[in-house]
T-cell receptor
Framework: AQSVTQLGSHVSVSEGALVLLRCNYS??????LFWYVQYPNQGLQLLLK??????LVKGINGFEAEFKKSETSFHLTKPSAHMRDAAEYFC?????????FGTGTSLTVIP | EAGVAQSPRYKIIEKRQSVAFWCNPI?????LYWYQQILGQGPKLLIQ????????DSQLPKDRFSAERLKGVDSTLKIQPAKLEDSAVYLC??????????????FGPGTRLTVL
């Protein structure tokens, strides 16, 4: 069975500060991992995905994530937060043709 | 390229009433997904179609929820009768590949259902 845990349902950072959103997964088979962003009243948009190629994955809007098998983690980072990054972020795992989302992390950016 | 379309965007009904949601995926996408997203939670997969066949409906409450994708294109999700706990955003997504794997899902804007 697969599952995803996102540590911290709410994260606040100052504009220009480092963004770190945590995601740990559980999977009995090699997983594919995703980060999605959801802006208010909009659907989910793919930020990046890990597909067993490079462990450091670069996505849109300056985000990146690193797959660490030993830690079963796929944390999302961005060096410098912008106001427009304020949104809900979801980590997801896909394995054995099944797809599971985490409970989400709400990112607030303080001017 | 047009995105995933959903309608209506908002719906308010009373418990025990019926409701239907419509989804039109991105052209050429074989796989279609319906998710339920309750406030404060991540999306939960209800049903997954590949063309017009069901791939996974293990988390669909079949006593009240039904879904179809008759011609392998657009899809309808129905709730009959609705309960208070069905209040949620219902998201539709589609993807191009026809089998499991690192496939990107493209999401529609969702339908926000409120059951009173």
């Amino acid at each position: 069975a697969q599952s995803v845990t996102q540590l911290g349902s709410h994260v606040s950072v100052s504009e220009g500060a480092l963004v770190l959103l945590r995601c740990n997964y559980s999977s009995s088979v090699p997983p594919y991992l995703f980060w999605y962003v959801q802006y208010p009243n909009q659907g989910l948009q793919l930020l990046l995905k890990y597909t067993s190629a490079a462990t450091l994955v670069k996505g849109i809007n300056g985000f990146e994530a690193e797959f660490k098998k030993s830690e079963t983690s796929f944390h999302l980072t961005k060096p410098s937060a912008h106001m427009r990054d304020a949104a809900e972020y979801f980590c997801a795992v896909s394995a054995s043709n099944q797809f599971y989302f985490g409970t989400g992390t709400s990112l607030t950016v303080i001017p | 390229e047009a995105g995933v379309a959903q309608s209506p965007r908002y719906k308010i009904i009373e418990k025990r009433q019926s409701v239907a949601f419509w989804c039109n995926p991105i052209s050429g996408h074989a796989t279609l997904y319906w998710y339920q997203q309750i406030l404060g939670q991540g999306p939960k997969l209800l049903i997954q179609f590949q063309n017009n066949g069901v791939v996974d409906d293990s988390q669909l409450p079949k006593d009240r929820f039904s879904a179809e994708r008759l011609k392998g294109v657009d899809s309808t999700l129905k709730i009959q009768p609705a309960k208070l706990e069905d209040s949620a955003v219902y998201l539709c997504a589609s993807s191009f590949l026809t089998s499991g794997g690192p496939d990107t899902q493209y999401f529609g804007p969702g339908t926000r259902l409120t059951v009173l």
